[in-house]
C-alpha cells in the first residue's frame, strides 16, 4: 500500500495585501474573496499542482502563504 501525502496550502488574512499575484500564478489552489483577499480555496494541494503552488507561496510579497 502506498500513502501520498498531500500538500496542504494556506493563507494568512491578516498578513495579506490582496495583490492578486497567488490566483494569477495558480488559480486551481488560490482565489480572492469577497473582501479582497486571498484564500486557499482549495487547500488539499494535489501532486501535479505542487510546483504552482509553492511559486505563488515564493512570489508572494508579504509572504502569507504557507504550502507544506
Request: aromatic residues 2%; glycine residues 4%.
Amino acid at each position: 500500500m502506498v500513502t501520498i501525502l498531500l500538500m496542504k496550502a494556506k493563507v494568512d488574512k491578516d498578513t495579506c495585501i490582496g495583490c492578486g499575484l497567488c490566483p494569477d500564478i495558480c488559480p486551481e489552489i488560490f482565489q480572492m474573496d469577497d473582501d479582497g483577499k486571498a484564500i486557499a480555496y482549495k487547500p488539499d494541494v494535489p501532486e501535479n499542482l505542487a510546483d504552482s503552488a509553492q511559486d505563488a507561496e515564493s512570489q508572494c510579497p508579504v509572504n502569507a502563504i504557507t504550502v507544506q
